[in-house]
T-cell receptor, first 113, second 114 residues
Framework: DTAVSQTPKYLVTQMGNDKSIKCEQNLGHDTMYWYKQDSKKFLKIMFSYNNKELIINETVPNRFSPKSPDKAHLNLHINSLELGDSAVYFC????????????FGPGTRLLVL | SQQGEEDPQALSIQEGENATMNCSYKTSINNLQWYRQNSGRGLVHLILIRSNEREKHSGRLRVTLDTSKKSSSLLITASRAADTASYFCATAAAGGTSYGKLTFGQGTILTVHP
């Protein structure tokens, strides 16, 4: 069973389009994250939700909007896609209770043409 | 400037040799973690060391932490071809409620030749 899953795995789209990436975790974790990894492999946090509540919102363009319908899901919607949005987007989750390890999904490779 | 800078950026060794990767950071931390990323895959947690710890072992992995120098090292002993991957350090800031926010370094690409 996949602990943290993301769909789609690959996404190729035109500039200006709107797209969504979905993430689900079956670990029962309370906290979920979105990270962006650029072409130089630099990984940067974008958002975090704890029990459906937004708790981390880094300096990300407001074209990016996360949504957490329940604590097992965290989706990322991107409006008006730009070339610079091309990257690999990773979802991760973490349990509470002082546990620090984050569990990552396989990533969604987004290419904006 | 970003937290968590690693060196070397790339390391190429023969199977059986040891691999050492270093990580430096800028702010006070609660803990420091190392992750591995195989090509085209997600990150996998390897080991966590807390700010009050100096050394930690897990199998062939040995991590050290020097908070006075704000640096950490990851040693992989008796490397195998399967260890070929990118290795990232990540820091969790001290104080406050960080909700586990991790700041990643840019990683070291390790290639182990059979």
């Amino acid at each position: 069973d996949t602990a943290v899953s993301q769909t789609p795995k690959y996404l190729v789209t035109q500039m200006g389009n709107d797209k969504s990436i979905k993430c689900e975790q079956n670990l029962g974790h309370d906290t979920m994250y979105w990270y962006k990894q650029d072409s130089k492999k630099f990984l940067k946090i974008m958002f975090s939700y704890n029990n459906k509540e937004l708790i981390i919102n880094e300096t990300v363009p407001n074209r990016f909007s996360p949504k957490s319908p329940d604590k097992a899901h965290l989706n990322l919607h991107i409006n008006s896609l730009e070339l610079g949005d091309s990257a690999v987007y990773f979802c991760a989750s973490k349990s509470g209770g002082g546990q620090e390890t984050q569990y990552f999904g396989p990533g969604t490779r987004l290419l904006v043409l | 400037s970003q937290q968590g800078e690693e060196d070397p950026q790339a390391l190429s060794i023969q199977e059986g040799e040891n691999a050492t990767m270093n990580c430096s950071y800028k702010t006070s931390i609660n803990n420091l973690q190392w992750y591995r990323q195989n090509s085209g895959r997600g990150l996998v947690h390897l080991i966590l060391i807390r700010s009050n710890e100096r050394e930690k072992h897990s199998g062939r992995l040995r991590v050290t932490l020097d908070t006075s120098k704000k640096s950490s090292s990851l040693l992989i002993t008796a490397s195998r071809a399967a260890d070929t991957a990118s290795y990232f350090c990540a820091t969790a800031a001290a104080g406050g409620t960080s909700y586990g926010k991790l700041t990643f370094g840019q990683g070291t690409i390790l290639t182990v030749h059979p």
